[in-house]
């Protein structure tokens, strides 16, 4: 009878809480592509998030104001600090996974590539070795009368293995972009992992600010609850931004993600 309640229980708590994220996991959103990751950055104005996660002007608004008005604009600040540091954690997982399928996609198309690539080189080898041969012939003393048409031969077939290796030797090319890829990938993981910690402290202290509603908390610690790593938070994502604009400058979308991120 026991053995019959807890299972009941467990499945009871796999319905209530694994059913709802599975569904939520599977019914999210395609990856973005890079042609199309404007449409899916939430915009941010960076002149109104220093202004925000402004230490001296928060101590102002604390200090100088009336304990009502001062706990008032104080959640207005941790509200705000929230609202730009969710976007900021929106955007970077955005540019994780669009740089993530990027990746996927380029490493589904390299085996392609490389046979192409293969075959190629192996024609550019045999031109060269043809044209080799040419200009060795042209320097037989039984090709004297032949030898400026065996030259032609050989400036023909050097110039045209010429022109399809610098077609092919896209390899350098390949690894920069594969490489601002990864970067982009790294700096916007490395910002939403430290990122969700300083959320979740803005929601406790949410949380502290509504339910103090005589102003009794001392003021000092609020503030350094409130600014504890912002500006090492935004650093991280001036370099995830600069990071993505560089990965992005591939498909022309540098300036746009800029102006938005």
Known sequence: MNGLIWFWVLLGCVITFVIPRL???LARSAEPLPEAILFFVRPLDWENVKAVFDLNAAKDELFR???EVSRRLMQSRVGASLEFLQRMAHNAGMIERCGTSDQRDAKRARVHIDQESEAEFSEIRMMLEGAALFESDA???ENETDANELRSHASTLRSTAEEQLALADTS???RTRELRVLEAIQAARQFRRA???KIARLNLL???LRLDQ???LPVDPLIALWH?????LLALYQRARSKAASYLSIYHEDEQILALM
Request: charged residues 25%; without cysteine; negative net charge.
């Open 23 to 25: 569904f939520t996991y």
């Open 65 to 67: 104001s009336p304990r």
């Open 139 to 141: 320097l037989l003393p």
């Open 172 to 174: 350098q090319e390949v």
């Open 195 to 197: 990122v969700w910690p």
């Open 206 to 208: 949410s949380f502290l």
């Open 214 to 216: 005589f102003g009794l």
């Open 228 to 232: 504890r790593d912002s500006d090492d």
